[in-house]
């Protein structure tokens, strides 16, 4: 048995190579993620363990910052002397670096990465530990002169010599590069600007008096740990002390935050590639089986028993898996290096040469590969374990053509109730929690269902779809589609891998296009302001950009937002961190806030917060209750509700529970933070489109703030939702090229199978072009078979979304039909292409050799 199973699956190996391809590309997603994220774990795990001060003195800030406020906390720099005659420390320095600044040259270009990192400025000190050693020039000496690091030097075209304008939170300030500076680790996408260490604290932290932290060198023989307690026992609790390893740790949590990011959604392709694999498979086996009904037969009749056919069957659907796993393995290694080149040209240069493959990436490569090959061939196995020895006197086939489909029909009527009940859960639904775990519960089995019961809609279905084709194509169209409805299960289960994708496409798409337009109807209800003034990254920006916004020639009423972290104790016993935002007076000038209760003024007054009225309800919070907050810094004070908002989103305002207050009440307990926007009108008796061009103009040396109105503020929404979208037709794209594998394999398997009776069709004057044709059409009507069902799917499934997005005040229904209309027209197209090979190869064959085939 086991010499004719290897000998039929070598005789059978063309017929397994799409098969083989669908395991590959579930495979190689698997492996390069996992690939990948364990070469970038490890790379950055040796770049914070050899830069890392063997203990940091860094200020307590135990409030985490949902959103930037632009607060640099700082610790006294005279610490330095006091860590420094601790026993046990070789060495003391202070660090004075920020993140949150922007470099650009004489032509107001920004001089910094484009991929999201930041550019860092610090002072420049050399430790065995620096990143980085100057290459060319020398160290900064005095104010006005600065080190800029090779990479982004390189990319900008930033020579020694040249004049870079440096702004920061304090203001703005011109700088000479008098060195460059190269990394001897790995660059992780920054640029660095280096300035002697008292411009540094003068420029960067607004005193000489302040640092960020204190880097300690441990003295030989002293361990880190010994050295951090010490350490803290000289300076108190009030600071945060951590050793090497702690840093190094704390780092890499912070970029595994990225890292998951890659890998999640490169899983995600894994997870369509395995979900439409399946039934690439399924069909596959099925279909070879029903071909070798006679062979098989003839096996049970030489003595082989059920057991010993199932076994044969599934140790082919494991010598595929080997072989599948096998390559996917190897392109999943060729994707991870794809992938470090991509981040290259991003400006996070990885070694390729220090790629790590795991003990873990090769033993889950092939417990996917062979796993889902095993389970998905099973079924057929179990069919061909039913084949009767007399099956080898008759040319019989089990394909299950003539089998009822009632089982199919109960199994996936009660999957589809359940389902549906579910979904209807999830529209009645009054939290999100609860809504969003109904939603997943009914798009898992109304998808079950519909792959259940797909073979009972193919025929009401195709005879609709193809209804025209007698009419239009004569006799070759009722042949394509009396082909079509030959076997239900075969068509339904082509169908399945195309339906799978399109699914979730029209889903998401709903979803999507009702996040626009609810977005477009709360920027048209809440925007008042002609203008806002924002970064493009929407971190804060330096008070000058305030004062020259506000010296603006046409600028009238400008508003401050400011944001801050901070932790209210409610009165249900409960404490609440989120974020609060500060406005100046004149709110209402340039928003439209609806009040439940109360009034901006009230809200804005000193010693005032306004909130969310479902929040406050929430958390038994009434009108005039005194709340004790805390801020950064430990600082506590107790604020009055004075107003209480009746937004459709809260989220508006950008925080958990519609949290604000008045500007002045933030710069009083958060001073030191920076602007993240104004709202800006128009001065009386001027035009909002001078005022707009005279912000530019005096934002033209500020590159990274941009003036929006309410146009650009929908494009920007859409533009942030499209990226979803990207991704979403990234996996539509998978899913088509592996659908279309299954159908090409469909058609190819097929034509085998008929080759006799397209023998006879040719042998009584079907014409080779004749037979194309219905080879063709036939695929046409299982694509767009597979492509109806897939919206229609995902049409439900996005209007439940858009359901759960209405408890979070996105409440606007919407269909993209543009994306439905071209979603069916490319169905046709991934019809006719899926069927150019098989249509070739069955006009191509000889006549009488086909009349003979057995």
């Known amino acids: 048995m086991l010499k004719a199973t290897l000998r039929s699956f070598l005789a059978h190996k063309g017929r397994l190579v799409l098969s083989a391809l669908a395991v590959l590309l579930s495979v190689a997603f698997v492996a390069g993620s996992l690939i990948f994220s364990d070469t970038v774990n490890r790379t950055f795990d040796r770049l914070f363990a050899s830069t890392s001060a063997d203990v940091t003195v860094a200020p307590k800030d135990d409030l985490d910052e949902a959103v930037p406020s632009g607060r640099t906390p700082t610790v006294p720099a005279s610490l330095k002397e006091r860590v420094a005659k601790v026993d046990g420390v070789a060495d003391a320095h202070v660090d004075a670096s920020v993140n949150n600044i922007v470099v650009v040259d004489s032509e107001n270009e920004s001089v910094g990465p484009t991929t999201g990192a930041p550019t860092i400025a610090t002072n420049w000190y050399r430790t065995d530990r620096s990143p980085v050693e100057l290459t060319s ?92 307690r010490r350490i803290a026992a000289e300076l108190g609790s009030g600071y945060d002390f951590e050793t090497a390893d702690e840093q190094a740790e704390s780092a890499a949590e912070q970029l595994g935050g990225f890292l998951d990011v890659i890998k999640y959604v490169m899983l995600g392709f894994a997870g369509i590639a395995v979900l439409v694999g399946v039934f690439l498979i399924v069909n596959t086996f099925s279909m070879l089986i029903a071909q070798r009904t006679r062979e098989l037969g003839l096996l049970r009749a030489l003595g082989a028993d059920r057991r010993q056919v199932r076994r044969s069957v599934l140790t082919e659907a494991l010598l595929l898996g080997l072989v599948g796993s096998t390559l996917g393995l190897a392109a999943g290694i060729g994707l991870a290096l794809g992938l470090i080149e991509l981040m290259g040209l991003l400006g996070m240069n ?32 179990r069919r061909a374990a039913q084949v009767s020895p007399m099956a080898a006197l008759a040319d019989a086939e089990i394909a299950g053509v003539g089998r009822p489909l009632k089982v199919r029909a109960v199994v996936g009527s009660v999957v589809g109730v359940a389902g549906a009940a579910a979904l209807v859960g999830c529209a009645t639904a009054q939290k999100t929690a609860s809504a969003a775990s109904l939603l997943g519960l009914g798009v898992v089995l109304t998808l079950v269902a519909t792959v259940i019961a797909g073979p009972l809609l193919v025929r009401p279905v195709i005879r609709v779809l193809g209804g025209a084709f007698p009419a239009v194509f004569g006799s070759i169209g009722r042949m394509s589609q009396r082909n079509a409805l030959r076997n239900p299960r075969r068509t339904g289960a082509t169908a399945a891998a195309l339906m799978v994708g399109l699914a979730l496409v029209g889903g998401l798409s709903v979803a999507s296009a009702s996040m626009t337009k609810s977005f477009d109807r709360q920027i048209d209800k809440t925007l008042g302001a002609d203008f806002v003034v924002q970064n493009s990254n929407f971190m804060p920006f330096s008070s000058e950009i305030v004062d020259k916004v506000k010296d603006t020639e046409g600028a009238g009423l400008v508003v401050r937002q400011r944001f801050t972290p901070v932790e209210l104790t409610l009165p249900d016993g409960k404490n609440v961190e989120s974020t609060a935002a500060g406005y100046d007076a004149g709110l209402d000038d340039v928003a439209n806030v609806s009040y439940a209760q109360g009034s901006s003024r009230a809200a804005l007054a000193p010693g005032r917060i306004g909130m969310d009225q479902d929040f406050a309800e929430k958390h038994e919070v009434r009108l005039g209750d005194a709340l004790p907050v805390r801020f950064p810094g430990g600082r506590t004070t107790k604020l009055t509700v004075g107003a209480l908002t009746d937004q459709e989103s809260p989220e508006g305002f950008g925080v958990e529970g519609g949290l604000f207050m008045g500007f002045a009440t933030v710069e009083k307990y958060v001073p030191g933070g920076q602007d993240s926007a104004l709202y800006v009108n128009a001065a009386s008796g001027t035009d909002a489109g001078a005022l707009r061009a005279s912000l530019e103009k005096t934002l033209d040396p500020y590159p990274q703030v941009q003036v929006r109105d309410q146009a650009d503020y929908k494009e920007l929404i859409r533009q942030q939702i499209a990226v979803m979208l990207y991704l979403v037709y990234a996996l539509l794209g998978l899913a088509i090229v592996i659908a279309v594998l299954g159908v090409v394999n469909t058609l190819a398997l097929s034509v085998v199978e008929r080759t006799r009776e397209i023998g006879l069709l040719r042998a009584i004057g079907l014409g080779r072009r004749q037979l194309r044709r219905m080879i063709r059409l036939e695929s046409v009507v299982i694509a767009v078979f597979g492509a109806l069902l897939g919206l229609a799917l995902g049409l439900v499934w996005g209007v439940a979304v858009q359901q759960v997005l209405a408890l979070q005040g996105m409440k606007e229904l919407a269909f993209p039909w543009t994306t439905i209309v071209a979603v069916v027209i490319g169905s046709v197209v991934v019809g006719l292409a899926a069927a150019l090979l098989p249509a070739l190869r069955a006009s191509r064959m000889n006549v009488l050799a086909a009349i003979a085939h057995e």
């Open 137 to 228: 020039g020398h160290a900064p000496r005095r104010a006005g002169q600065a080190v800029l690091d090779a990479d982004t030097a390189d990319k900008k075209n930033v020579e020694i010599g040249d004049t870079l304008t440096v702004q920061a939170r304090p203001g703005s300030f011109e700088v000479e590069i008098v060195g460059i500076a190269t990394f001897t680790t790995t660059n992780p996408g920054a640029a660095l600007v280096f300035l002697d260490t008292a411009t540094a604290q003068r420029e960067l932290l607004g005193s000489t008096r302040a640092a960020t932290s204190i880097s300690v060198t441990a003295a030989d023989g002293v361990s880190d740990t010994t050295l951090k």
């Open 350 to 381: 990885l070694k390729s040469t220090e790629m790590v493959i795991g003990w873990a990436t090769p033993v889950v490569a092939y417990v996917v590969g062979v796993g889902v090959t095993f389970v998905a061939a099973y079924l057929p196995a």
